[in-house]
């Protein structure tokens, strides 16, 4: 089993920065050598390979903000079959963008609410504000394939989802130069 944390903000998610970004290995075994990788949703695209020991592991990889998943297996005479554990979102720790999806898990409809949207640097016009307007892009992905894509001018929208299957999708707004990634569950 692998777990994942961020020792400089405290949380399960990890940092795009790379600092304090912690991977897990937890395990019965007494071996030393894991063989690891970590892949990037949707499509699955490995990202990094490496080998790592059981206990506490540096991640020192920049990422780019969105949903990860990683692969381990032992390492020996015999190699062990790949293992998939678990999920970790890798966010901008310094960004004040953020938006929410309810209900999540939905079913027909859900409210997507973008907040605290401010230009990333001083030398870019932002595109978007909550108090000025402009427009945002938002697209909902299947683990591989683009589903559904918007574009909006309010930070509070409906999106229909009722013809989406249940499952798992991802949800990916694209607002003044910086993509935002969530998870929304159909049921």
């Not at 206990?55 to 692969?71: A, F, I, Q, R, V």
Request: charged share 20%; aromatic share 10%; with cysteine.
């Amino acid at each position: 089993m692998i777990t994942y944390r961020n020792t400089v903000n405290g949380n399960d998610t990890w940092c795009t920065s790379h600092s304090g970004n912690i991977f897990t290995i937890e395990s019965d075994y007494n071996l030393s050598s894991y063989e690891v990788r970590l892949l990037r949703y949707p499509g699955l695209n490995v990202v990094m390979t490496r080998t790592a020991s059981k206990g506490d592991n540096d991640l020192t990889n920049m990422l780019s903000p969105g949903w990860y998943t990683m692969e381990a297996r032992l390492l020996g005479c015999k190699n062990g079959d790949w293992v998939t554990t678990g999920e970790v979102e890798a966010v901008d720790c310094s960004s004040n963008y953020s938006f929410s999806l309810t209900p999540n898990p939905a079913t027909s409809l859900v409210t997507l609410t973008l907040n605290d949207v401010n230009t990333p640097s001083p030398r870019m016009e932002p595109m978007f504000t909550t108090e000025n307007g402009g427009e945002y892009e938002v697209q909902i992905w299947s683990e591989t394939s683009l589903l559904k894509q918007f574009t909006f001018d309010r930070p509070i929208v409906e999106i229909p989802v009722s013809e989406l299957r249940s499952g798992r999708y991802f949800v990916l707004v694209f607002v003044n130069g910086k993509k935002l990634t969530q998870q929304l569950i159909i049921k």
